[in-house]
């Protein structure tokens, strides 16, 4: 049987920047009920080399229309910056309307955490971007897919 998923787990020393890889967990699915789909999650290497984005919620990529999710979304700072410039992380609905993540106050330097909580009311491509290390363009960091059930 193949796996549908894997789980990573990163660990890190206290006090070292490098996370490397602790174990790779598969996920199978097996049974009537059909097997769920991952959010799409594309970390642009090459624009975002300062901060890694974790899906926190919601992490399956298809969603029922007309109800309410909250995301959350962890953005890691892979590099320690000397002055940290003002930043904005947005979902994007299918007709390109911007819904902008707060940023939730908690005690540490090196991550954040953002959230936003809103009912979709549009099927279609739901994206997640965030700007590039040099601001000079919006990179998708995760995709979702508003589907009627």
């Known amino acids: ?24 967990l598969p996920i199978y699915h097996q049974g009537k009920d059909k097997p769920l789909s991952w959010v799409r999650v594309d970390n642009d290497f090459d624009n975002l080399k300062n901060f890694e984005y974790y899906v926190k919620q919601p992490q399956v990529y298809n969603l029922p229309s007309k109800e309410t999710f909250e995301f959350s979304i962890i953005r890691y700072h892979v590099k320690r910056l000397d002055s940290e410039r003002p930043f904005a992380l947005y979902l994007i609905s299918p007709r390109g309307d911007y819904y902008p993540f707060d940023n939730q106050d908690i005690d540490n330097s090196q991550m954040s955490v953002w959230e936003q909580q809103i009912q979709l009311k549009e099927e279609g491509k739901w994206k997640l971007i965030a700007p590039s290390d040099d601001n000079s363009k919006w990179c998708t960091i995760a995709e979702w897919n508003c589907v009627s059930y």
Do not use: Q, R, W
């Open 1 to 24: 049987m193949t796996p549908i998923a894997f789980i990573a787990v990163y660990a890190a020393i206290e006090g070292s920047d490098n996370l490397p890889l602790a174990v790779s």
